[in-house]
């Protein structure tokens, strides 16, 4: 089996701002008095990438996947098991408290519970203006002014500094994590399913707010969340996990267009295209059978060989790495998908052949008597299934 050289990086690309090597987060599982540890979730297991300064890295993959662990590893919220964290090349990875405080300013979180983000005891001020009491920093014209202008910011009246966030809608709470986050004017700021708990008409009102954000303030964002429209419309690359692992990582148009990764390849099936003029089109969906395994104990190999039609021995002994097999795409697959399969002499497994089903999906035709969409047509998002991206 003959294993493709990385590309060389590009001379003239840009220092990363966050560079993530080998991350690893094990929970431990123990039982007894003793307390003993009898094994591990391994909800995050050897996971790479970089983000430049100013784009969007999107992260999508099943419900369990480890997108939402390896969002608060890389702000600091949890301690990694093994692995590395650098931001702008100084190595975050097991900073203590006090240490990681001055770095606070530079990278934020978005939480995805707009409801349970927000202390219901604090006014929207007294929330707002947190980072500036807790960094002992005092910002031009006052506290209370800075926190009104942040308000107005993110689509919020500043009179209502005083309320409380049991008076706010949920598009209006998940404003006011996105003001608190934006207060200290952070360069990384990481969004974990910012969208997820909102109605569909917020949904895009806040992502174009984080569109508006970014280029106004020259932020750098990852995004994680299951809906592959929201990814699309937001990220510059994206990255897919599944089971601990990322298994392909490309920019946005090479992903959509041409997945390489059985697994991406089923995703991407999921994803309705809104275009009036394919109606009466036919698309092929595929189903994956069967649940995704537990993290305690991973499948060998390939995780994903286990629902994978393309699976063969080597999927089940031999781990694929993550390979440049397309400028700017890289995948972790022994049998790729638009490449040179990297094992072609190995025989298919048997649970192969029943991993998946293929339907064929017809988009309805429109009406005689009124182009109007029905009220059961408008598919803005994924159905969210055991194939599509969970929250």
């Known amino acids: 089996m003959t294993i493709p050289a990385q590309a060389a990086a590009s001379p003239s690309a840009p220092e990363p701002l966050l560079r993530v090597d080998g991350l690893v987060k094990h929970f431990p599982i123990k039982k007894g008095l003793l307390q003993r540890q009898v094994g591990a979730v391994k909800a995050v297991d050897g996971i790479s990438f970089d983000v430049r300064p100013g784009e969007t890295l999107g992260v999508v993959g099943e419900s369990g996947c480890g997108k939402s662990t390896m969002g608060r590893l890389i702000t600091r919220l949890l301690e990694p098991t093994g692995g590395t964290v650098e931001f702008q090349g100084t190595d975050i990875s097991h900073l203590g408290v006090a240490k990681m405080r001055p770095l606070r300013r530079d990278v934020q979180m978005i939480f995805q519970d707009p409801y349970g983000s927000l202390n219901p005891r604090h006014t929207v001020g007294s929330i707002v203006s947190a980072p500036f009491r ?41 404003r006011i994590g996105i003001a608190r986050a934006l207060a200290l004017k952070p360069k990384l700021v990481v969004a974990d399913e910012p969208v997820s708990a909102l109605d569909v008409s917020i949904q895009a009102q806040v992502v174009n707010l984080l569109d508006d954000l970014q280029e106004e303030l020259g932020l750098t964002y990852v995004i994680i969340a299951h809906d592959l429209s929201v990814i699309r419309h937001v990220s510059d690359r994206i990255a897919v996990m599944y089971l601990g692992k990322i298994v392909e990582l490309a920019d946005r148009k090479s992903l959509y267009e041409s997945p390489m990764h059985p697994y991406t390849k089923a995703l991407m099936s999921a994803v309705p295209v809104p275009d009036p003029r394919r109606r009466g089109a036919k698309s092929e969906r595929i189903l994956l059978k069967g649940d995704v395994p537990s993290p305690i104990s991973p499948p060998s190999g390939c995780r994903f060989h286990t629902r994978c039609w393309k699976a063969t021995e080597i999927c089940k002994t031999q781990e694929p790495p993550l390979l440049e097999l397309r400028p700017g795409q ?21 649970s192969a052949r029943e991993a998946i089903e293929v339907v064929t999906i017809t988009k309805p035709e429109a009406s005689e008597e009124s182009e109007e969409p029905t009220a059961a047509e408008p598919e803005a998002e994924a159905p969210e299934s055991d194939e599509s991206p969970e929250k």
């Open 330 to 350: 890289q995948v972790a697959c022994h049998h790729p998908e638009g490449a040179a399969d990297l094992a072609p002499d190995e025989p298919v497994l048997p």
């Open 134 to 174: 807790l960094q002992g920093v005092e910002p031009e014209g006052g506290i209370k002014k800075e926190v009104q202008r942040l308000l107005g910011l993110v689509g919020l009246n500043p009179e209502h500094y005083n309320r409380y966030p049991h008076e706010f809608s949920g598009g209006q709470r998940q």
